[in-house]
């Protein structure tokens, strides 16, 4: 079954194995499963990498001293794992975000901006990517933006690609 069926795990084998009337371990199922992993219907993210010039942007939400909400807007360089900007709003809009995105594309524009949901980075901020011919792509709207949770406390440690 795991042949034909890669995707499936040794819980759903098992399931399918008590419809046919046959009592079996999960631990058991799982000691006779390759261990191979399944083929994806696409390109990995490294691919996707190597392919794209990427960016990704996010918003952090910290505190100043006087315990005031601070939004940082952070553009990252996906490939080589660096922050290309940064800006610091007490109130960030639409507009203001469009401006930040052109300050960050003034030295070099990206192929594909990868970015969530939020309402803060609506249409004028696409209008400015979309003008220079990079396309934005949004994350699903369930989803937390993994770039920024997963690269920021790597960019000191992760080693610069060529």
């Known amino acids: ?49 190597r392919n794209h010039v990427t960016w990704a942007c996010d918003f952090v939400q910290t505190f100043d001293i006087r315990f005031r909400e ?13 922050i290309l900007h940064a800006a610091v709003t007490y109130a960030p809009t639409d507009e203001w975000c469009a401006q930040q995105a052109r300050n960050a594309t003034m030295d070099r524009v990206p192929q594909v901006v990868v970015c969530d949901h939020d309402a803060k980075l ?11 011919g990079v396309r934005v792509m949004r994350t699903a709207p369930a989803t937390r933006s993994p770039e920024t949770l997963t690269a920021l406390p790597l960019v000191d440690r992760m080693p610069r690609l060529p």
Not at 8 to 30: D, F, N, P, S, Y
Not at 70 to 82: H, Q
């Open 122 to 132: 609506g249409a004028r901020f696409a209008g400015v990517f979309s003008s220079s």
């Open 1 to 49: 079954m795991a042949g034909r069926n890669p995707r499936w795990g040794a819980k759903r084998i098992r399931g399918e194995l008590l419809k046919l009337g046959i009592r079996v371990c999960k631990r058991t199922i799982q000691r006779y499963m390759r261990r191979t992993s399944p083929r994806g219907d696409g390109q990995s993210w490294s691919t996707f990498l």
């Open 70 to 82: 601070v939004f940082v807007l952070f553009f990252l360089d996906l490939r080589r794992r660096t």
